[in-house]
């Protein structure tokens, strides 16, 4: 499933929001993020809410670990970024209240950490389009929706801070074809690019800065008195468009799967992915979804459960750049196995795995098409950790939550992409 990251708060943190709320302590190697994840989900889709300047406002500008934030929320696996903000505006006609979407940012600040890549290394990441076009063609749509006022297509100008600016700076700010001005958006966009992670900050228009003579200039109590006044709409936003940033990609997965009903018996509603397999951009996506999700963990190998599970578990291995693992049906690997049985609703059977497949604490993903009762994949769990192996994750294209089979599995941490209601 998609998993959005938010930045900002906006009272999305509050646990009567989120469903499933919990707080999680997270570390990365450049140290605490700015707060505790607020981890749950809205409308169905898990998100993770990360406070920018902490859950009381006390970390300045400046003093934001951008990096930790940005590693923080990949880590978690998050496909996406929506970042909150206040702005001054620096044009007549974005007014205080109006939401607003940048496209362009100009990075006007001094001394922040501006990379993932300061260690021996030299990474030039394109930042021609740095703020993403699909997150900002939904929030749009929804601010339509909503009736909200809002200005698209605009540029940021970023300030170091915590000062705001001179009115010299302002104008010259204006003249530079800036648009609104904050202290937030870089180096934040900046990094997430670098983690090729979809981002796009919401802005609101709190003042006029310090340009417009017949406006009083922007003060810290202006800024907090606005935001309380119209946070909600930018909450109210959020959720609207969380939704169908998660479906998009999701429902068109799903609508590459058939649906074949009374099969293998009367009342059940067989999901048949060999349409998916057949679909040339319906594949790309799936891959696409379990390369970036994995890319970036310490995976030895992939496991593909037969036969289906052959099929995704081995593109996305050659496309990790790691082995593949074949956990077969007894009777079909030449070789010494080790085997594991399972109980069906009538009987049982039985899997089986080369007994050299793995090394002692090979980091293993297994893959599977799909999640019903779960006692196939706890069974290959089981072989894996006969062997020595250590589970990343299980990995399923479908879930159905009905059959409750991520029950049998709560002992490892399992993924599934898209979800069908029923058996």
Known sequence: MVKIGIIGGSGLDDPQ??????????????????????????????????????????????QVNFRANIMALKQEGCDFILAASAVGSLREEIKPGNLVFPNQFIDFTKQRKMTFFDKNEVVHTPMGEAFSLKL????????????????????????????????????MFRQWGADII????????????????????????????????DEESVTFE??????????????????KAIPKIAGKDVEFIKSKIRAIP??????????????????????KKVVEIFYKRYKDKKIDCVAGIESRGF????????????????????????YEVV?????????????????????LGDKVLLIDDLIATGGTMRAACNLVEKLGGDIVECSFIVDLPDLKGKDKLSKWPVYAMVEFEGE
């Open 17 to 62: 929001l989120l469903e499933e709320y919990e707080e999680k302590e997270v570390n990365t190697e450049y140290g605490l993020p700015s707060s505790k994840l607020s981890c749950g989900k809205i409308s169905g889709v898990e998100v993770c809410i990360l406070a920018r300047h902490g859950k009381n406002h006390n970390i300045a500008p400046s």
């Open 136 to 171: 900002r063609e939904i929030l749009v749509s929804c601010s339509n929706e909503l009736g909200f006022e809002y200005n698209n297509d605009k540029t940021v100008v970023t300030i170091e801070g915590p000062r705001f600016s001179t009115k010299a700076e302002s104008h």
């Open 182 to 213: 904050n202290m937030s958006t870089c180096p934040e966009v900046i990094l997430a690019n670098e983690l090729g992670i979809p981002y796009q900050v919401i802005c609101m228009s709190t003042d006029y800065d310090c340009w417009k003579e």
């Open 222 to 239: 202006m800024i907090l008195k606005r935001m309380g006044e119209n946070a909600g709409k930018v909450k109210e936003l959020l959720i």
């Open 262 to 283: 009374d099969f293998p018996k009367p009342g059940i509603m067989f999901r048949d992915i060999t349409t998916l397999l057949g679909d040339s951009e319906g594949m």
């Open 311 to 334: 099929i995704i578990g081995g593109i996305l291995a050659e496309r990790l750049g790691v082995g593949f693992v074949p956990i077969r049906k007894p009777g079909k690997l030449p």
């Open 339 to 359: 085997s594991e049985e399972y109980d069906l609703e009538y009987g049982s059977d039985k899997i089986e795995v080369h007994k050299d497949a793995f090394k």
